[in-house]
């Protein structure tokens, strides 16, 4: 069992930043791959980025590559998600996700835990 807590989000202008942050709880984070997920109002949710479970490997989706970094301290229990030049279409509920195994997914049904939820607002 793996419980989520994201924090860090908030309201940004654009071209602005925000780390997001995702607390795991348990001794088998490791053990995860971890996932950044994100949801605007009226769309479905959609893959924003992973990373293995030496933080080793990462992806992104097309739509944040370059912006944005994804990483992980296996130490703290936590991943992070960097946002840079952030723009009015980002803006929606950022989740993180837990994926047991050492296989990296994209789909958020292939990801056992899941966080509550940051919300990120850019404005313009």
């Known amino acids: 069992q793996v419980q989520l807590v994201e924090s860090g989000g908030g309201l940004v202008q654009a071209g602005g930043s925000l780390r997001l942050s995702c607390a795991a709880s348990g001794r088998t984070f490791s053990s995860y791959v971890m996932g950044w997920f994100r949801q605007a109002p009226g769309k479905e949710r959609e893959f924003v980025a992973a990373?293995?479970?030496?933080?080793?490997?990462?992806y992104y989706a097309d739509s944040v590559k370059g912006r944005f970094t994804i990483s992980r301290d296996n130490a703290k229990n936590a991943v992070y998600l960097q946002t840079s030049s952030l723009k009015p279409e980002d803006t929606a509920v950022y989740y993180c996700a837990a994926r047991f195994g050492t296989t990296i997914a994209f789909l958020g049904y292939e990801f056992d835990y899941w966080g509550q939820g940051t919300q990120v607002t850019v404005s313009s």
């Open positions: 990373i293995s479970r030496s933080g080793g490997k990462t």
